[in-house]
Structure formats: C-alpha cells, structure tokens
C-alpha cells in the first residue's frame, strides 16, 4: 500500500480491493475477490487474526460504530504515548533491564492524532493517553490539543505515576485534558521505595495537590490492591482520596505481560477488599451503572464512593469496548493479546484514510478476544498458576509488556 491519492469516499467494495491489490502488485488479470484480498492484508498486517474484508457500500456511513463478533463497539482507546518509565513497580517492571521501543519507530504526535481520527470516525470517542509514564514524553499538552481539535473525541483522559505531574497540570488543563487518574498504591514513604525502586513519594503527593489546585475535577486514584503489600492500607487510601475529593479505584492484581511476580495467592480479590473495607466502614453498597466501564462502583454508609476493578475475579470482558495502540502504531485488542496489528506500517507507507479505516474496522468486526475471562476459566480447571509469558518472549518482544501495552 505505498502512496498514492486518497481514496473518493464513495468508492465501494470492489474499486476498493482492486486498489488494494494493485498497490501490493497483485498481477491485473487475477481477479481481486473478498477471500484473497482478506488473504493479503492478513499476510501484509503480519498478525494472526482472520481480516474480513467486507463490502464497502459507497452509502455506508463510517461514523457508524463497529462492533466485534460479541456485539461489543469499538469505545475508548489507550494511547500509549511512551514505552519508557520513571518507575519500576514490581507488578510491572521487575526486571532489570528491558528492551525499549526503537525510538524511529515511536509516532509523533501527528501520526497519533491521525491514527486517532480513523478510530474516532468508526466510534471511539473516549481516549486515555498512558505508557510507560506518559509524561515522560515531551510537550504532551501539544497532543492533548491536536486530539481536542477533533469533534468526535469527547473526552481526553491520562493515567500517570504522578512523579512529573506537578510540573506539568497546568498547562495539561490548559491544553484541555478532562481527566486525570493517578496510579498510586502506597501511602508509605518506604513502602514507595521498596514497591517502585525510587525515592519518589513526595513528589506524587505534589502531583495529587497539583491537580487539586489546578481545577481538574474528577481526580481518580488506582491502586493496585496486592494481598501481603498494601492490604493493611485499602482504608486510609480510601480516606486519602475523600481528603482530595477524589474517588479511588482498587485494581485487583493482574498476570499480564511482565508481571512475573505473580500469583493467584498474592491477588487480594474485590470480595476480600469489600470485607476488609466493611470492617472499617460498615457495608458497601454496589451502585447499579457498570455498562463499559471497568470498575463496579460502590458506596460506603457514609456516603463515600470508591471503585473496584476486578479484573481477574470477575472479569468484565463481555461489555469491553476497549483496545490499545502503542506508542509505535501497534493495535491491541486485548490486554492480553500475544500479537497485535501494525498500523504504523501502512500509515507511513501512505495508505489512504479509507484504507485505514477499513482496516480497523474489519480487524474489530473478527475481534473474539475476552482474555481475563480465559485465564478464569483455566483457573477453574486448575490450569492458572504464575505469570503466563516466558521471560525470554517478553525479551523478544517488548509490546508483550504492561508498560508497553498501557494497562
Ligand atoms: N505509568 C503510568 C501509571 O503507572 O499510571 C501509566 C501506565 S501503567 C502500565 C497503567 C496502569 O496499569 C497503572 O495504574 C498500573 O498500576 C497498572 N498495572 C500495571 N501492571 C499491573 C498489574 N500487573 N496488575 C494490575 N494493574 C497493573
Ligand atoms: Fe509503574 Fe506505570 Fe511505570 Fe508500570 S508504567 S512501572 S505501573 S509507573
Ligand atoms: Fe477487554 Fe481483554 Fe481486558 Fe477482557 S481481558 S476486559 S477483553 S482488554
């Protein structure tokens, strides 16, 4: 798919896979039909998934959302803007050393907004910009005004660490950035330390107090709740968010990508989190909304609303709208899918925005991915014991990483 002119937005179906053919030299006298078009983007895109290539019908509206093969839209979208961190949590970075993402091939923020924009006419309308730590990456408020100049885009939230964070809100804010999450799960100085392997504490308050400061209004604490680290501290966390009027969100501990540390022993499960809590509260009541959104919210007798996300317990993916595009153009559709689609390849090469387009939405049209739901079922076999990709093939390949993928 080199170059070439843009695609008229009336083309259909059959104009658009003899253009596709040609640009990948298929021979003229061979016809271009559904199956062996199919064939050659799923051998172009170099991933495992079976690409459909629909009928395009010059009347089809591509604003239309998409939806997979379990009737889930295509909703939100993580945008990893950098695979680099100022942190080593030891649920995510372990290791000591981890190969990064060749810097050529990371998207400049144009190439971002682009991307975003193809997803953003086939129904995403919410977008997380993470990482590694998002705000390690220069200028995000440059991003955040590109992707706010798009109508579709309703809303622009980022999830950090909070290291960089006091330095950066306001601008952010300026910039247009709706929502901040804060990652944190220690209020102990020391605990910090020995959890990220920096000395990084105060500097996350000073990011909180800046937020508050700044005038962003809906502050989201996440903690990852780990049984023999941070259990004893689910209630002052809870106390904590109230102080900055923010809500916090419990995340049930994960064994995706290099979280080799851990074990099903070691997950401090959304029910052993509402009965610790309810000792120190009194009941927690579930509020009814869940609909996409990962967490189940929940209300204390005094009012207090706190979040849990029990992504390996009760795992939501039967409503999960969301897929995740790292900072070199790859698509995920699953947190934990072993391989993902190369959106940079055809970006660079030039392909039209129809193309694009059409690629993505065929990709989520086949989409059967519900891989918290997997690992649950092997549980229930007994077959789910530790972190389930080798060292050595995270090694190979870094997107297999959370903090590569985003979270
Ligand atoms: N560096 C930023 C931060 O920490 O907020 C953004 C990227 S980080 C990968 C996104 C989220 O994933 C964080 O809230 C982090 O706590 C969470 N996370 C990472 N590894 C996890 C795991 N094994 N289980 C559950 N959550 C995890
Ligand atoms: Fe911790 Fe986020 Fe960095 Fe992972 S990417 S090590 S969760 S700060
Ligand atoms: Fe969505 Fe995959 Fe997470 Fe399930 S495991 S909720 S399908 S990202």
Request: aromatic content about 6%; overall charge neutral.
């Amino acid at each position: 798919m080199g170059g070439g002119t843009p695609v008229a937005d009336g083309e259909n179906g059959t104009q658009l896979r003899s253009r596709i053919a040609q640009r990948l030299d298929v021979p003229k006298d061979v016809r271009p039909t559904p199956s062996l078009v199919a064939a050659l983007v799923e051998h172009y895109f170099d991933h495992p998934l079976r690409v459909i290539m629909k009928e395009t019908s010059p009347h089809r509206d591509l604003a239309e959302c998409v939806t997979d093969t379990f009737g889930r839209p295509l909703g939100s979208l993580r945008l990893s803007v950098t695979d680099r961190c100022n942190l080593r949590c030891n649920y995510c970075m372990p290791e000591p050393e981890y190969v990064w993402i060749p810097r050529e091939d990371i998207l400049s923020f144009e190439e971002m907004a682009t991307l975003v924009g193809y997803f953003a006419e086939l129904g995403v309308d919410k977008i997380r910009l993470t990482g590694g730590e998002p705000l390690l990456r220069r200028d995000l408020a440059r991003l955040i005004r590109l992707l706010r100049q798009n109508r579709r885009i309703t809303e622009v939230a980022l999830t950090t660490n909070g290291v960089l964070l006091a330095d950066h809100a306001q601008e952010l804010y300026e910039a247009g950035l709706d929502r901040v999450t804060v990652s944190l799960d220690t209020l102990r100085p020391e605990r910090f330390r020995q959890l990220t392997g920096r000395d990084e504490f105060s500097r996350v308050l000073e990011g909180i107090e800046s937020v508050a400061k700044t005038g962003f209004s809906n502050l989201k604490l996440d903690t990852v709740a780990i049984r023999g680290f941070n259990e004893d501290e689910l209630g002052a966390l809870v106390e904590f968010a109230k102080h900055y009027r923010a809500e916090v969100r419990f995340i049930e501990y994960m064994d995706v990508g290099g979280a080799n540390e851990w074990s099903l022993d070691k997950v401090l499960s959304q029910d052993m989190i509402l009965e610790t809590l309810s000792r120190r509260y009194g009941r927690a009541i579930p509020l009814p909304e869940r609909g996409a959104a990962p967490a189940q919210r929940f209300r204390l007798p005094d009012g207090t609303i706190f979040g849990i996300i029990p992504s390996t317990t009760v795992p939501f993916c039967a409503h999960c709208d969301r897929s995740r595009v790292t900072a070199d153009g790859m698509w995920y559709l699953c947190l934990y899918a072993p391989s993902g689609v190369d959106l940079r390849k055809p970006l660079r090469l030039g392909a039209s925005s129809m193309e694009m387009r059409e690629v993505i939405r065929s990709v989520w049209a086949a989409r059967r991915d519900r891989g918290a739901e997997e690992r649950k079922a092997l549980e229930r076999v007994g077959l789910r014991s530790g972190g389930l990709i080798h060292i050595d093939r995270l090694r190979e390949d870094p997107h297999l990483e959370m903090h590569a993928r985003g979270g």
